[in-house]
């Protein structure tokens, strides 16, 4: 029989792939290593006593408290209001080592009071929560096996999962216990805005609720991605599941496991997307990078190492094409470890060395925020893409309460809500700190920079802008 083929789209022939026969002597192999997870929590107002109060005869509200109280246990002082109430929920996990190491989502066992483990022999174990971090939904969990042997699993190494490839998912979809589906990977890096780290594993093996924190296998047997969420308009499967990549997981499950906690690399950069425009700005041959738009004071890089303006190709050896994927490799990084980081500063290519600080929790993530300003009345000097622009001085300072952090500038007094500027999102109370990469300190100093652009024929100026409170963002407009 000749094999079936199909055109490969330049002229040459490849022979299609036949799915897997079966998956059936894979899934008796892995199946019993997939657990089962389930929750309860206390939630409500228990042991709350609630006194009927004294209401004056016909009252109004005589109707309600009647209502509210009816039927209510009697305790010590009167009537209680509402009573606690147990709420369980269920979800998947999996068992990386055999002395009771057990991983699923943090989403599983969020704001648990109980936590069990339930194996595919019935057997059923508390656990105890080793570790958890919410910014990538990952938790380790702690049983004591006793005398029974658990069968773990082992990553897999998601960085070479090719779309197309098949994957296995077992888990406990609704609570049936474990289930196994399978399908092949639909797309790889998809960021679903759901935290800062996104490089999920798409698939259209069939994933639902209660699949949470279940393993996603290769054809190998090994953990490539932990199933984490699904798009379902219907709560269902609609062959849209997500799940997070071992080569993620695999790091953050170490620190936890290690230290109870992350401890991510901090580089101390805010930053924003490269646009083309600003690309354009920069001199710059493409769209790449994360561009720096502020240093965090006391910061690893507030050293003048990297500066406001540079563009950040390159981290560690690792090339970043987009703003998302910087916040993803610092963190990966150790703590205190000295990396090379490649910048584009003022068109020139630049390699500086920069020792890692440690991303705490309560610290804001890399990433430039708008901040609104303050509405003025303007009191400007001169015009500039709809923008009345003032000397920063003491009486502007104090008029738009901006902080004594912002030392240079001119200040943004007023903006035609019809200009180029607006569309930018410019407000008033914002300060043009350089142009072009060029400070100004002037009004009559923002127009000249422009008009040397015109001069060099430049087609769009870049701005940095500081907030009130010093925050630093990048905007471009058109010159010509």
């Known amino acids: ?64 408290f009647d209502e509210f109280f009816e039927n209510q246990p009697d305790g010590p002082g009167g009537p209680r209001g509402p009573r606690s109430r147990q709420v369980q929920s269920l979800g998947s996990g999996f068992v990386i080592d055999a002395e009771g190491i057990v991983i699923t989502n943090n989403h599983v066992i969020a704001d648990a009071d109980e936590v069990s483990v339930n194996f595919n022999d019935g057997t059923k174990l508390d656990a105890e929560i080793i570790g958890r971090d919410a910014k990538t939904d990952i938790a380790v969990l702690k ?181 998302r994927e910087l916040p993803r490799v610092v963190a990966e990084s150790p703590v205190g470890k000295e990396v090379d980081v490649v910048v584009i500063r003022k068109g020139e290519r630049q390699v500086v060395q920069v020792t890692l600080g440690r991303l705490e929790d309560g610290e804001q993530l890399a990433l430039a925020e708008e901040e609104g300003g303050a509405n003025g009345e303007a009191a400007g000097f001169v015009e500039l893409f709809g923008m009345t622009l003032a000397e920063l001085d003491d009486e502007q300072r104090a008029a738009f309460e901006i902080e004594e952090s912002v030392e240079d500038g001119v200040v943004i007094v007023q903006v035609d809500p019809d200009s180029a500027a607006a569309e930018k999102g410019i407000q008033a109370g914002e300060v043009i700190v350089e142009i072009a990469q060029e400070s100004v300190t002037t009004p009559q100093g923002a127009v000249d920079a422009i008009e040397k652009l015109k001069g060099e024929n430049r087609r769009n100026a870049l701005f940095m802008l500081s907030s009130r409170s010093g925050e630093l963002r990048f905007v471009t407009i058109r010159v010509d």
């Open 1 to 64: 029989m000749v094999p079936p083929t199909m055109e490969a789209g330049f002229g040459g022939q490849v022979a299609a792939q036949e799915g897997p026969a079966s998956v059936a002597e894979l899934s008796e192999r892995l199946i019993d290593s997939v657990v089962n997870i389930s929750t309860s929590q206390s939630v409500g107002g228990a042991d709350r006593n609630v006194p009927r109060p004294n209401l004056p005869e016909g009252s109004p509200f005589q109707e309600f």
């Open 143 to 323: 049983v004591d096996p006793g005398e029974m042997e658990l069968k773990a699993v082992s990553f897999g190494d998601s960085d070479t999962a090719r779309v197309g490839d098949w994957v296995l998912a077992i888990g406990n979809p609704f609570g049936l216990g474990g289930t196994v589906t399978i399908g092949i990977v639909s797309a790889i890096g998809r960021d679903i805005n759901s935290g800062p780290y996104d490089n999920f594993i798409q698939t259209d093996a069939a994933i639902n609720r209660g699949n949470s924190g279940g393993p996603l296998f290769n054809m190998k047997g090994e953990v490539i991605g932990i199933n984490t969420a699904i798009i379902s308009p219907s709560g269902g499967s609609i062959g849209i599941g997500f799940s997070i990549p071992a080569e993620l997981a695999a790091n953050v499950i170490g620190q936890l496991r290690e230290f109870g906690e992350t401890r991510r690399g901090w580089l101390g950069v805010r930053i924003q997307a490269v646009t083309d425009e600003i690309a354009e700005s920069l001199g710059m041959d493409s769209a790449t990078g994360a561009l720096v738009a502020g240093v965090v004071k006391g910061g690893p890089v507030d050293d003048g190492s990297i500066e406001p303006g540079d563009v950040i190709i390159e981290f560690d050896g690792k090339e970043v094409t987009s703003m």
